[in-house]
Each structure stands twice: as C-alpha cells, then as structure tokens.
T-cell receptor, first 116, second 117 residues
Framework: EPEVTQTPSHQVTQMGQEVILRCVPI?????FYWYRQILGQKVEFLVS????????KSEIFDDQFSVERPDGSNFTLKIRSTKLEDSAMYFC??????????????FGNGTRLTVT | AQSVTQPDIHITVSEGASLELRCNYS??????LFWYVQSPGQGLQLLLK??????LVQGIKGFEAEFKRSQSSFNLRKPSVHWSDAAEYFC???????????????FGQGTILTVHP
C-alpha cells in the first residue's frame, strides 16, 4: 500500500537555525497537510495546501513557517528561525482529491524536531 | 469551534478483556469522526471513520465505533483486546466545508492503552 514518507525521522537543530522537513505524499493525492504534536499535547493542525497554494492555516502557522511543493513529489515545511517551543513531532499527511470528503487522511511516521 | 475530548488519559486492560475508549465531540454541523491509532515511533493509522449512514461503523483490527448524536459521542470498542493493541488512540473530528477542510482534523488528547498479559 502506498505510504506518506517523511525525512528525516529525527532532526536536532540549534535555536535560531532554519530547518526544512521533507515529505513525499502519496503520488495521486492532491491535498497536503502538516500537523504537529508537542510532547504530551494534542496533535494540532498547522496548514493545508492545494493547487500550489495554502488553503488554510492555523494560528500556530506564523511568518516563521512556510510550505512548498518544489516539484511533483515533495512537500516541505520550513521553519525559518527555530525556537525552543518548536520542538515537536511534525506529521505530514495527504488526501486524494476525488470524493475527498469520504477519503481518509494518510499520515507519515513523523519527524521529531528537537531544538536546543 | 470544534473540539474533541477523550476523558481517559490512560486505560489498562487484561488481554482478552473488552475495551471501550470514550470520545466526546463538539461540532456545529454533522461531524465527520475518526479514530486513529499510534504505536511508538509510528505515524497515525486510521482505524475507522464515520461520515453518514449506519451509526455503528466497523474498522480494521476488529475495532468498531458507535456514533451517538444525542450524546455527542463516538466511542471506540473492541470485544477482545490483544497485546498488540497496546498503543495510543486518538479521536478526531473533521471539517466539512469542502476541499481541504475535510482533512483539517481536530484531535483529542489521546488515550494510552496498556494491555496486561
């Protein structure tokens, strides 16, 4: 079964550095998402992306965050200047566009970001 | 605003016992409801979903859930738990405003399930 793949599985960075989290969604999917889960807290929606633009973003997704689909397969989340509170597990997810209401959201295994 | 509450942070059951994980939601319209499971180091795997129709939905791994609109609940059940079911379980409600909103999920806090042999 096709999967959403995320790399790296774990990234450690210093405060103030830029990080790029990478995701390869399922190939025929059209809707893309980033979620995050701070340790011990709920999984939270960050942003949705469709047709090469952001569809919706949460309050968390401020100017430090950006997303991009640089080619036909990758979907990236960039944090421009990381803060300690950005430490979390980041999940990428994708969804097929046809009959989208009834199709499941497929999640990757996540990237654990640790900001020191 | 939509919200999901999972009242039980941690549940312990014996292998072979029945299981019920509680989920209550708040949503202004007909909700789309989901249960996901997360094993350590793994992503979120969809167990089952409810969109409309029969309020008792069957999922993978022998799980089922019942949608009760009057109680705003979507509890997850399994008649006989296996040791491999030990994981964290998340209830979520999805948007229904079209397009990408269907994938914008609001999650509960999660319930950690421990299974004793």
């Amino acid at each position: 079964e096709p999967e959403v793949t995320q790399t790296p599985s774990h990234q450690v960075t210093q405060m103030g550095q830029e990080v790029i989290l990478r995701c390869v969604p399922i190939s025929n999917h059209l809707y893309f998402y980033w979620y995050r889960q701070i340790l011990g807290q709920k999984v939270e929606f960050l942003v949705s992306f469709y047709n090469n633009e952001i569809s919706e973003k949460s309050e968390i997704f401020d100017d430090q965050f950006s997303v991009e689909r640089p080619d036909g397969s990758n979907f990236t989340l960039k944090i421009r200047s990381t803060k300690l509170e950005d430490s979390a597990m980041y999940f990428c997810a994708s969804k097929i566009g046809i009959k989208s209401y009834n199709s499941p959201l497929h999640f990757g295994n996540g990237t654990r970001l640790t900001v020191t | 605003a939509q919200s999901v509450t999972q009242p039980d942070i941690h549940i312990t059951v014996s292998e072979g016992a029945s299981l019920e994980l509680r989920c209550n939601y708040s949503y202004g319209a007909t909700p789309y409801l989901f249960w996901y499971v997360q094993s350590p180091g793994q992503g979120l795997q969809l167990l089952l979903k409810y969109f409309s129709g029969d309020t008792l939905v069957q999922g993978i791994k022998g799980f089922e859930a019942e949608f009760k609109r009057s109680q705003s609940s979507f509890n997850l059940r399994k008649p006989s738990v296996h040791w491999s079911d030990a994981a964290e379980y998340f209830c979520a409600v999805g948007g229904n405003a079209g397009g990408t909103s269907y994938g914008k999920l609001t999650f509960g806090q999660g319930t950690i399930l421990t299974v004793h042999p």
